[in-house]
């Protein structure tokens, strides 16, 4: 939970730095590349690693990121490597990204089958979803083989299930309240 706050209040931060500046997809992309270096282990550890000098760390972060990202991303990752949290950085691009999202006013989505949907299916639970919520919807998609079949879409607090396992348990209630 504590890293799960820490993380929102660098992407809010960030966030708000951004939209002064209006550099919000400068920032998108420069904390995308600091999370994608952040995931190499040896990196990380490295950041991580509270026995490392700080002047090392930043020699390593300058001759790394510092022809990759602006000089305010090059001060975030230092900082988070002063403090030992550079593992942190993935967190802080999705934290980030909600906030753009909410920005902008795109919903996120999630969508649960039991198989993989086609670029089709994709593009057509979408639109459902975004004329159902009335915004612009940035989806993802997992399969989940124990609904069995049909779909449950998730846009923020809505849950709609059109599972077959649903189905079935309601059936199942039905039969049994009848019966």
């Keep these: 939970m504590a890293v799960r706050a820490s993380a929102r209040r660098h992407a809010q931060a960030v966030f708000q730095i951004a939209l002064e500046r ?7 992309q420069d904390l995308t ?4 270096t ?5 990196f990380a550890g490295l950041l991580n690693a509270p026995r490392v000098p700080m002047r090392d760390k930043q020699r ?3 001759n790394t990121l510092g022809e990759a990202v602006g000089p305010l991303a090059v001060n975030l990752i230092s900082l988070l490597a ?9 967190d802080i691009v999705d934290q980030y990204q909600r906030l753009l999202d909410g920005h902008r006013e795109i919903e996120r989505a999630e969508i649960v089958s039991a198989v993989p949907l086609d670029d089709d299916q994709r593009q057509k639970a979408e639109t459902l979803l975004r004329q ?8 993802t998609s997992r399969v989940d083989s124990g609904i069995l079949g049909g779909l449950v879409a998730r846009v923020g607090d809505r849950v709609i299930d059109g599972s077959t396992v649903t189905r079935l348990r309601e059936m199942r209630k ?6």
């Design 22 to 28: 209006d550099e919000l997809e400068g920032w998108l």
């Design 33 to 36: 590349v600091l999370a994608q």
């Design 38 to 42: 952040v995931d190499n282990w040896d």
């Design 60 to 62: 390593v972060i300058n």
């Design 82 to 90: 002063s403090r030992n949290i550079a593992d942190l950085m993935p």
């Design 132 to 139: 159902l919520v009335g915004k612009g919807i940035r989806l």
């Design 174 to 179: 039905d039969l049994i309240e009848q019966g």
